[in-house]
């Protein structure tokens, strides 16, 4: 099992960015799958969380509005689409799977089974 983001970067408040989270070893019709972010000196926050045996996601109130979670089977890939991005988005994030469970909001709290690594997103002027 393998989880390979991409797409962090800096940008200024108002803008958006896409992360992408390349997967192998699973496919994406049954687990939840999502993304998850730490920022310096506070805890890990689910933002984000899909389960792609039903497609119900989950938003954190922090990001709802703003941030969308969508996936390309054919890809084994999962987006994140960051729109109106403010100073406190900046963070590391990750993308992890729960490959037990297909409740993304089980996902978003307890956290996943597998992670992949983190990429930074900074919101900045």
């Known amino acids: 099992v393998q989880l390979q983001a991409s797409g962090g970067g800096q940008v200024q408040p108002g803008g958006s960015l896409r992360l992408s989270c390349r997967v192998t070893?699973?496919?994406?019709?049954?687990?939840?799958i999502g993304w998850f972010r730490q920022a310096p000196g506070k805890e890990r926050e689910g933002v984000s969380c899909?389960?792609?045996?039903?497609?119900?996601?989950h938003y954190s109130d922090s990001v709802k509005g703003r941030f969308t979670v969508s996936r390309d089977a054919a890809k084994n890939t999962v987006y994140l689409q960051m729109d109106n991005l403010r100073p406190e988005d900046t963070a590391v994030y990750y993308c992890?799977?729960?490959?037990?469970?297909?409740?993304?909001?089980?996902?978003?709290?307890?956290?996943?089974?597998?992670w992949g690594q983190g990429t930074q997103v900074t919101v900045s002027s």
């Open positions: 070893g699973f496919t994406l019709d049954r687990p939840a």
């Open positions: 992890g799977v729960d490959l037990g469970h297909s409740s993304s909001y089980a996902l978003c709290m307890r956290g996943p089974s597998d």
């Open positions: 899909l389960s792609t045996l039903n497609d119900i996601v």
